[in-house]
């Protein structure tokens, strides 16, 4: 598959101007290919939304390339292709939603675009059909709840048709059960839209379903690999400062404590399994 | 205390008045304004104040509320009365107290005064906030005064900022009460002692809600960015204003009756005061 994100030697630094310039990413290469499911992991000032900030364009790279479906997003001409190739939805959802009616903010977007009003009315119904918020077109946005906010946020995006979505810690100020309802949306996204997703999350257990996990830690990549090569590596992650989901710590204790388990079942129902098939033969 | 700040005053309604395009009835306020101040005498007065019995009728709010949006106005009818009693002359004398002269004249005016001022007041009320919502209202504001874009005033970008405030003053509102409260249960206290110590205890609650405003704006920028803001030109509305049957009916109706009334002051000015 074509890659729809790639970064060559990206290098980023906040502060430029001053004497102390923070260097949030260095030498950073990652690609991302079209239709994957990405998640970016590490704990915070690690640099993964300053990655994430470089995949639409928000922030430029100091030193090295991005290209955005083969488009360098140092191109100012092509900033407005980019930003509809990918799009970004950020942690509150109080403040990404421009409009007093859920459906003119979904509508926010493709309004930007200059599309015809009959294919604007048409994206907009079927980004808020996506995401389940369709009877809810009419409402006020701050009377719902954070996690209908934030799906609000995601039709928004949709309603662009990009071919690839950002998404920088979505879940972070959502109750759980919002929680659930945008991971579902988003593996959704994936997986029947053919949609890239690149998520951006401190939280262990939602990097479970991705294709292909990153660590960061002080602006580099420090581990790449599938979510069972990475969390079988319980001790290294720990020592970047990050957990490991609760399935894989606790057959991890049960290791510490004399078993001898594999650590690769990362879902709860792999974890149920394992569990069942050494303790009830 | 906060929660009582009602927006716009808008009362959500499905009346042949909710539903008329909000230009048409912007015009008709503005319109409806003029015909006020250029009518004379009772009967033009009164063909006025039918019509806007009439259009009350029509929204359903209750009269109640209608009275009740003349409060805050009501020092000024006072003044207004008072004022003209003691200085509008004309007619017969009625009294005299020294210098001060009352006259049938003051009382006549006085009285079209205060009536002229409660007719204006309602109405913007009735035909205006009452029953358009705020994003309606701005809709209407943005697309009656695009003709000043062609004299370069930012059209496009006022009722961009009209519509976000109306969008975050929700926001804002609860943000404030999260903050008091937070502030509260750490022993702060808003509701005793005089009006200034009362306002100094506001500081440490606009501080961090001017801060968290600031950067609920840089955040809403970068994803107002994100989604391919690019300000007016080339942006095209979903939803558009069209008028409607019912919004030409409405005009030549209304129309009409204020061209009527206005044309009877001019008629019957002869041997009535003023």
């Known amino acids: ?281 | 205390m906060i929660k009582d700040v009602s927006l716009g005053q808008f009362f959500p309604g499905n009346s042949i008045v909710h539903r008329l395009d909000p230009r048409v009835k912007l015009v008709l306020t503005i319109v409806f304004i003029i015909a006020l101040f250029m009518c004379r005498g009772p009967v033009p007065y009164a063909i006025m104040a039918a019509f806007l019995f009439t259009v009350i009728l029509l929204t359903k709010i209750s009269f109640v509320l209608i009275f009740r949006s003349i409060k805050p106005i009501l020092i000024l009818l006072i003044f207004t009365a008072v004022l003209n009693i003691f200085y509008a002359t004309g007619g017969s004398e009625l009294l005299r107290l020294g210098s001060v002269v009352i006259t049938t004249g003051g009382i006549y005016t006085a009285f079209f005064m205060v009536f002229r001022i409660i007719l204006l007041v309602v109405a913007t009320f009735v035909m205006l906030t009452y029953t358009t919502s705020p994003i309606m209202l701005t809709d209407g504001l943005e697309s009656l005064l695009s003709p000043l874009k062609k004299v370069k005033f930012p059209v496009h970008e006022l009722s961009m900022m009209m519509s976000i405030a109306l969008r975050f003053i929700p926001t804002l509102i609860e943000e404030t009460e999260k903050i008091m409260s937070a502030q509260k249960s750490r022993g702060a206290d808003f509701e005793t002692g005089s009006i200034f110590r009362r306002a100094k205890a506001l500081i440490p609650v606009l501080i961090p809600l001017f801060i968290n405003a600031f950067k609920r704006a840089e955040d809403l920028a970068l994803a107002m960015e994100c989604r391919c803001y690019h300000g007016g030109e080339g942006r095209v509305r979903m939803r558009i204003l069209k008028l409607c049957p019912l919004d030409y009916i409405s005009i030549i109706v209304s129309l009409s009756v204020f061209i009527l009334a206005v044309i009877l002051s001019q008629i019957l000015t002869f041997g009535v005061l003023i």
């Open chain 1, 1 to 281: 598959m074509a890659d729809i994100i790639k970064s060559d030697k990206l290098t980023f630094k906040y502060n430029i101007n001053s004497d102390t310039p923070k260097t949030a990413l260095s030498e950073v290469d990652i690609s991302v290919s079209s239709g994957e499911y990405l998640v970016i992991l590490g704990h915070n000032g690690s640099g993964k939304s300053s990655l994430a900030k470089h995949f639409n364009a928000v922030l430029l790279p100091c030193g090295g390339k991005v290209y955005v479906d083969g488009m360098d997003t140092s191109d100012e001409q092509l900033l407005y292709e980019i930003r509809r190739t990918c799009g970004m939805v950020f942690q509150n959802p109080d403040n990404q939603i421009v409009a007093t009616i859920t459906e003119e903010d979904v509508a926010f977007g493709p309004e930007n675009l200059g599309l015809s009003r009959k294919e604007i009315r048409s994206r907009v119904d079927d980004a808020l059909k996506t995401v389940g918020m369709y009877e809810y077109r009419e409402h006020a946005p701050h009377l719902l709840s954070g996690g209908q906010k934030q799906r609000i946020a995601v039709a928004g995006i949709i309603a662009m048709r990009p071919r690839c979505i950002v998404l920088d810690e979505p879940t972070s100020m959502l109750d759980p059960a919002g929680r659930r309802d945008i991971l579902n949306i988003i593996s959704d996204l994936n997986k029947n839209h053919g949609i890239t997703i690149i998520l951006i999350t401190h939280h262990m257990y939602e990097a479970v379903n991705a294709d292909r996990v990153i660590v960061m830690d002080q602006g580099k990549m420090v581990m790449e690999g599938t979510p069972k090569e990475i969390f079988v590596q319980v001790e290294k992650l720990n020592s970047l400062g990050l957990t490991v989901p609760q399935t894989v710590e606790l057959l991890y204790n049960l290791n510490q404590s004399g078993f001898n388990l594999p650590l690769d079942s990362i879902t709860l129902d792999e974890c149920v399994d394992t569990l069942a098939s050494q303790f009830c033969k």
